[in-house]
Nanobody, 115 residues
Framework: QVQLVESGGGLVQPGGSLRLSCAAS????????MGWHRQGPGKPRELVAL???????LYGTSLKGRFTISRDNAKNTVSLQMDGLKPEDTAVYYC?????????WGQGTQVTVSS
């Protein structure tokens, strides 16, 4: 059973920063891609960023440069540093791990960007 627990969401003003973290249970996570997705109000879920077990990264459109994904395989954690936040970044952010072509999701953490 895969368990993913996110933390670090909250309310931030435009231009501010937040760091999301995700702790994964189980072993051998270093071999799997892990990532962050988000779902804003009335929008479909979209990819924010993912990182392979080897550390290769992929970012959603227009997010690279503001968001940085990283992972610590020794601790089974993946983090998302978000800088220069905009109101349109408001969403529930989900941590996920890709196992055998299937995404396994955490419960999500709310990020609200508002003044």
């Amino acid at each position: 059973q895969v368990q993913l627990v996110e933390s670090g969401g909250g309310l931030v003003q435009p231009g501010g920063s937040l760091r999301l973290s995700c702790a994964a249970s189980g072993s051998f996570f270093s071999r799997y891609a892990m990532g962050w997705h988000r779902q804003g109000p009335g929008k479909p879920r979209e990819l924010v960023a993912l990182v392979s077990g080897e550390g290769n990264t992929l970012y959603g459109t227009s997010l690279k440069g503001r968001f940085t994904i990283s992972r610590d395989n020794a601790k089974n954690t993946v983090s998302l540093q978000m800088d220069g936040l905009k109101p349109e970044d408001t969403a529930v952010y989900y941590c996920a791990v890709l196992i055998d072509r299937t995404w396994h999701w955490g419960q999500g953490t709310q990020v609200t960007v508002s003044s």
